[in-house]
């Protein structure tokens, strides 16, 4: 398995920026699809964004797609989550995940998650 920590998150206020780390260890991590899930007081966690192991190919949920951008260096062993214009619908806590699977938006696909990192945007 990857171990996973992320960083960067913080309190901003709406329309502001942030931009989520996540950095691995292990050696498979170069070969993982990479995925970033949230979850909000009170609700289920979600997929917010998923990278391919060579990051030619992306997806994201449509409450994000245009504002977040996910990207990753394989030679650092980090994925990145750029997120911009925040809303503060989007105040949760930031997983980050890596997959075993080929569903990107499920996380029951993801066999290794980091402790998470809490995004706040004030209105």
């Known amino acids: 398995q990857v171990q996973l920590v992320e960083s960067g998150g913080g309190l901003v206020q709406a329309g502001g920026s942030l931009r989520l780390s996540c950095a691995a260890s292990?050696?498979?991590?170069?070969?993982?699809?990479m995925g970033w899930f949230r979850q909000a007081p009170g609700k289920e966690r979600e997929f917010v964004a998923a990278?391919?192991?060579?990051?030619?190919?992306?997806d994201y949920a449509s409450s994000v797609k245009g504002r977040f951008t996910i990207s990753r260096d394989n030679a650092k062993n980090t994925v990145y989550l750029q997120m911009n214009s925040l809303k503060p619908e989007d105040t949760a806590v930031y997983y980050c995940?890596?997959?075993?699977?080929?569903?990107?938006?499920?996380?029951?696909?993801?066999?290794?998650w980091g402790q998470g990192t809490q995004v706040t945007v004030s209105s």
């Open positions: 995940a890596a997959a075993r699977g080929s569903r990107w938006s499920q996380s029951y696909e993801y066999d290794s």
């Open positions: 292990g050696r498979t991590f170069s070969r993982k699809t």
């Open positions: 990278i391919s192991w060579s990051g030619g190919s992306t």
